[in-house]
């Protein structure tokens, strides 16, 4: 059965994510979703300051942070079904920031696609008469790999908003993490 996704037991992650979450806290453009888009990427004066420790924490793979985004949900509209159409990366290391308790990536088998252009990227949409199968989903309570370039969409606990995620793209291609 293909892999979607694989927690990793990683020490030391959760002082990446707080530091994360006390710079996304002071930047109320980023904790309100101000630009309307769910998927932001860290300035490079933070990404430089952070990417020590995020080496550091992943040294034991053998992989070296190349880039970082926060991604900030208000409601499961802003996580809807996609499908990222990254050339870089297949694959991405997700972290819990906050309110991922509850929520979660759901991977989806789906039988039509589409092409959408949005502000800033080409994503893969379903097509409209697609039929659209659940095939796995994980909670993000830990570092978790995704395929990000498999159909998947985040849903979350509206009780509890905005749920931050954040998402490590590597020099390396992560497959290996997932066998
Ligand atoms: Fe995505």
Redesign the pocket.
């Given at each position: 059965m293909k892999k979607y996704f694989k927690e990793l037991a990683v020490p030391g992650w959760e002082e990446i994510a707080q530091k994360t979450l006390d710079y996304v806290v002071l930047y109320t453009d980023i904790f309100e979703r101000r630009a309307g888009l769910s998927?932001i990427f860290l300035s490079s004066d933070f990404l430089e300051t952070i990417k020590p420790l995020i080496n550091s924490v992943f040294s034991p793979y053998g992989i070296k942070c190349v880039n970082a985004a926060v991604?900030v949900m208000n409601s499961s509209k802003d996580?809807s079904l996609?499908?990222?159409n990254s050339a870089t990366a297949d694959y991405r290391i997700n972290l819990p920031i906050l309110n991922t308790k509850n929520s979660y990536i759901q991977f989806y088998q789906v039988s039509d696609t589409v092409y959408h252009k949005n502000a800033k990227y080409t994503?893969k949409l379903p097509g409209a008469s697609s039929i659209n199968t659940l095939v796995d989903r994980v909670e993000i309570t830990q570092p978790t790999v995704i395929s990000?370039n498999d159909f998947?969409e985040?849903v979350m606990d509206v009780e509890h908003a905005p749920r931050i995620t954040m998402t490590l793209f590597f020099d390396k291609d992560l497959k290996f993490l997932l066998d």
């Open positions: 998927f991604y996580g996609h499908c990222d994503i990000v998947h985040i």
